[in-house]
């Protein structure tokens, strides 16, 4: 079945510093969607890219989706404590139906 | 904007007992809900998708005869966990897109079970 990966698993990062993390998955996405989930809390919506090499940007977050729409990538340039959480990736098969599968998340922590 | 409630937050039971978790859209409705399970700092897997006046669609390695979905109305999708044992101790986050189902998901706070 549909397989979509993150890396890295974790990040730590100081305050100010940027961070990536990438997403792929083993099939052709008809979109893709970013979610954060803070400590304890629930997975909160960020973005979704459709267009194949789409580039999006919310502030200090961009978000991008690879040529062959089979990966993606989010950078968040200079982070703040406010940025820490797991993000998720996640991606609908082009083989039809509802179902979206998660990636496996990136931990991201900063640190003062 | 789009809010999914999701009750109770937090349940501990005996095990062999069954527990429901319930989940409401509460400013639009939802044909269409999704039920996930997440194990400490790990991703979300999708359990099964809840439709509205049909039966829920389990995915693989799913028992749908344990874990009961019902989709009572637009507005409540309810998740039973029958016959409940330790290793089905986990947290459990209920989802619906606001538009089409295709469209991003909003999530409900969701339930953390424990089964003594």
């Known amino acids: 079945g549909q397989q979509v990966m993150q890396i890295p698993q974790y990040q730590h990062v100081q305050e100010g510093e940027d961070f990536t993390t990438y997403c792929n998955s083993s099939?052709?996405?008809?979109?893709i969607q970013w979610y954060k989930q803070r400590p304890g809390g629930h997975p909160v919506f960020l973005i979704q890219?459709?267009?194949?090499?789409e580039v999006k940007k919310q502030k200090r977050l961009t978000f991008q989706f690879g040529e062959a729409k089979k990966n993606s990538s989010l950078h968040i340039t200079a982070t703040q404590t406010t940025d820490v959480g797991t993000y998720f990736c996640?991606?609908?098969?082009?083989?039809?139906?509802?179902?979206?599968?998660f990636g496996t998340g990136t931990q991201l922590k900063v640190e003062l | 904007g789009a809010v999914v409630s999701q009750h109770p937050s937090r349940v501990i039971c005996k095990s062999g007992t069954s527990v429901k978790i319930e989940c409401r859209s509460l400013?639009?409705?939802?044909?269409?809900m999704f039920w996930y399970r997440q194990f400490p700092k790990q991703s979300l897997m999708l359990m099964a998708t809840?439709?509205?006046?049909?039966?829920?669609?389990?995915e693989q390695g799913v028992e749908k005869d344990k874990f009961l979905i019902n989709h009572a109305s637009l507005t409540l999708s309810t998740l039973t966990v029958t016959s409940a044992h330790p290793e089905d101790s986990s947290f459990y986050i209920c989802?619906?897109?606001?538009?089409?189902?295709?469209?991003?998901?909003?999530f409900g706070n969701g339930t953390r079970l424990t089964v003594t």
């Open positions: 996640a991606g609908r098969d082009t083989g039809g139906g509802n179902k979206l599968t």
């Open positions: 809840s439709n509205e006046g049909s039966k829920a669609t389990y």
């Open positions: 099939t052709t996405l008809s979109n």
């Open positions: 400013d639009f409705q939802a044909t269409t």
């Open positions: 989802s619906a897109p606001t538009g089409t189902p295709n469209s991003p998901l909003h």
């Open positions: 890219l459709v267009k194949s090499g």
